[in-house]
Nanobody, 121 residues
Framework: QVQLVESGGGLVQAGGSLRLSCVASGRFFSVAAMTWYRQTPGNQRELVAGITGAHKTNYADSVKGRFTISRDNAKNTVYLQMNSLKPEDTAVYYC???????????????WGQGTQVTVSS
C-alpha cells in the first residue's frame, strides 16, 4: 500500500515561513514527478509547484520567488519551502506523486491527505 503523508502545515503570520514535507511510503520501485497543490473551500485544486525526478521545477505565477520545491530521492520526500506568506496562501495543501510499482510498470498517481496552512494578516 503506497501512501503519501504530508506534514508541516500550521498557522503563521503574514510574512512568515513554513516548510511542508511529503514522504512516500510503502512498496514501490521509484517516485517520478512530485507536485504540491492547494485548495480553498468552493474552489478547484490548483497547482502550486512541481518537480520531476531529474529535479526540473515549475511554479504557479502566484508563488514564484516566494516558494521553493525540492526533493530528496533517497528519502522519497518532497519539500515546499514557503516564504513571505500571504493571507491568500491560506489553503489545504496536497501532495501528489506519480509512483512506479515496478521497473516495468507505468506510474500510478497518488494523493496525500492534505495539510492545512493558515496565514493570518
Amino acid at each position: 500500500q503506497v501512501q503519501l503523508v504530508e506534514s508541516g502545515g500550521g498557522l503563521v503570520q503574514a510574512g512568515g515561513s513554513l516548510r511542508l514535507s511529503c514522504v512516500a511510503s510503502g512498496r514501490f520501485f521509484s517516485v517520478a514527478a512530485m507536485t504540491w497543490y492547494r485548495q480553498t473551500p468552493g474552489n478547484q485544486r490548483e497547482l502550486v509547484a512541481g518537480i520531476t525526478g531529474a529535479h526540473k521545477t515549475n511554479y504557479a505565477d502566484s508563488v514564484k520567488g516566494r516558494f521553493t520545491i525540492s526533493r530528496d530521492n533517497a528519502k522519497n520526500t518532497v519539500y515546499l519551502q514557503m516564504n513571505s506568506l500571504k493571507p491568500e496562501d491560506t489553503a489545504v495543501y496536497y501532495c501528489n506523486a506519480d509512483i512506479h510499482s515496478s521497473i516495468v510498470s507505468g506510474p500510478s498517481n497518488y494523493w496525500g491527505q492534505g495539510t492545512q496552512v493558515t496565514v493570518s494578516s
